[in-house]
């Protein structure tokens, strides 16, 4: 018992705030978007990336899913080390291992080493997201003000990708694609520089860190998502998806096990008892299905049938990253009077109308104010929305000192989703393409979003069930009643 009030009341007794808060939200905001705008601004650089280096489209797909890989491998062990090690210590150390990898990346003379770097970058991402967002719960007070800087936090994370695609794509014009490693390491240092005089000092625990459990979830971790990256260009039915998958599905199952054995955990299975959290799990998964695969497929669409260049179709989803930021900062005002899950039911119902009803029914020869504006408006509203609650959520009922691994948890369950949205709406898309040319090529687009809004509207209907079995619960029904 001693060995499990300890380390929370280590945490109480810490210093809980900065004494300049909304200048640490800028800076761990600027982190968020560091990690989550890594991908698409390589996007925008892959064509020239793979002519310089005389790279296969195969061997180019690695500079993406080394980075996935790595992130979604590691970020439960980030978790765990910011709440056991100190989230100051993690943040500054994922930050400078994210940084020092750019640089590797910039200077990168053959493909093994950028894939390298490209993997150093995701496992450095690993550890300052879930500290960076526990840092954010401890710096403001549960309550307006907490909904607030999430709002912000979020807005930044969930804009990041349209902008990083802009970005991407001009520093690649005008620069060339080593130039996209170098802005990221000057955002890098520009942070690191920062953190001492803006973040709360960090704090320990004695707690022992969960070493087999880290190794065995990494793993398994790391084998699902290659092989549902594996699977958008082998088939589900190949042998080496197939092995990958069953052996990640053991390993995750013989975690869980263990987890559920050893004394200190690396992943508390007592989090998943808050209603929230389970739901923003949910949510987590089937918003990031719809939403990768749809931005998968859309500059394909755009570039392929339409004849946008690669900067044309990046800047067909900026307005994406206006009503994010406009809609997650509108959450933030209302979550605490309705809650986060109808506004997580909200958002992935929105989410579902844009790309499984409006992308699914865009024309051979579509207008972009008429088809493809409505679709990014629609959906950018929803993601907004979905991303501010759904971020709150992860961490509501969970213990303080737990805040680090609830919030790397709630992230992997995203890379999960992605991963699975490419890799199956890709599937899809090829298996409804019906002969050659561009009407069978978007015979199979349509089908692939309609699947993609389906799993959205599928998440949000559990959600908003809960949400109203929840409120059932509260006017004096039994839990039974109200599930």
Same mark, same amino acid.
């Given at each position: ?8 009341? @280590? ?11 909304? &200048? ?94 490209? &993997? ?14 526990? $840092? ?19 807005? =930044? ?37 920062? =953190? ?14 969960? +070493? ?12 699902? +998502? ?66 990768? %695969? ?39 005002? #209302?979550?605490?009077? =309705? ?8 958002? $992935? $119902? ?6 499984? /009803? ?33 971020? &709150? ?9 737990? @805040?680090? #691994?609830?919030?790397?948890?709630? +992230? ?13 709406? +890709? ?18 687009? @349509? ?13 949000? =209907? ?5 949400? /109203? %079995? ?11 009643? &109200? %599930?």
């Amino acid at each position: 018992m001693t060995s499990q009030t300890a380390p929370a009341r @280590h945490q109480q007794a810490a210093p809980p705030t900065s004494a300049r808060p909304w &200048a640490a939200l800028v800076i761990l905001a600027a982190a968020l978007a560091l990690d989550s705008g890594s991908v698409a601004v390589i996007n925008s650089a892959l064509p020239d990336i793979g002519r310089d280096m005389s790279m296969s489209e195969a061997t180019l797909q690695w500079t993406m899913t080394a980075y996935a890989i790595a992130f979604a491998g590691f970020l439960l062990l980030g978790g765990r080390a910011a709440d056991v090690l100190g989230r100051r210590r993690c943040f500054a150390v994922g930050v400078g291992l994210f940084a020092v990898s750019a640089v590797c990346a910039a200077l990168a003379p053959d493909t093994g080493l950028l894939i390298a770097a490209r &993997a150093g970058q995701g496992l450095g991402a690993a550890l300052s997201g879930p500290a960076s967002l526990a $840092l954010v719960t401890q710096l403001f007070p549960e309550g307006p003000q907490r909904n607030k800087a999430l709002a912000i936090y979020t807005s =930044v994370g969930a804009s990041s990708f349209s902008i990083g695609l802009i970005l991407g794509g001009v520093l690649t014009d005008a620069f060339g694609w080593r130039s996209v490693f170098i802005v990221s390491t000057a955002i890098g240092v520009a942070v690191l520089a920062s =953190v001492k005089a803006t973040l709360p000092q960090s704090t320990r625990t004695r707690e022992p860190l969960d +070493v087999l459990g880290a190794v065995v979830v990494t793993a398994g971790l790391a084998l699902a +998502v290659y092989g549902v990256t594996r699977a958008s260009t082998a088939g589900w039915g190949s042998t080496d998806v197939v092995v990958t998958l069953i052996a990640a599905v053991a390993l995750l199952l013989g975690f869980v096990a263990w987890e559920a054995r050893t004394p200190s955990p690396l992943l508390p299975l007592s989090i998943f008892r808050s209603g929230p959290v389970r739901a923003a799990t949910l949510c987590a998964v089937t918003f990031f299905t719809a939403l990768l %695969g749809m931005l998968f497929l859309a500059p394909l669409y755009m570039q392929g049938l339409l004849g946008y260049s690669p900067l044309e179709s990046g800047a067909a989803i900026v307005p994406m990253g206006i009503l994010v930021i406009v809609s997650a900062n509108a959450t933030g005002r #209302v979550m605490g009077r =309705v809650g986060p899950r109808p506004l997580m039911a909200l958002g $992935l $119902l929105l989410i579902g109308v844009g790309v499984g /009803v409006l992308w699914a029914r865009v024309p051979l020869g579509g207008s972009y104010w008429v088809d493809i504006l409505p679709a990014v408006a629609v959906m950018s509203v929803g993601q907004g929305i979905a991303f501010a609650s759904m971020t &709150a959520a992860s961490m509501t009922g969970v213990p303080q000192e737990q @805040h680090g #691994v609830a919030s790397g948890f709630n +992230v992997t369950a995203q890379q999960i989703g992605g991963s699975m949205g490419v890799a199956v709406l +890709v599937t899809v898309a090829n298996a409804f393409t019906d002969g050659s040319g561009a009407s069978a090529t978007l015979s199979g687009y @349509h089908a692939a979003f309609f699947t993609g809004g389906a799993v959205a509207v599928a998440g949000a =209907v559990v959600v908003g069930l809960s949400a /109203v %079995g929840r409120r059932r619960t509260a006017d004096g029904l039994t839990a039974a009643e &109200a %599930g």
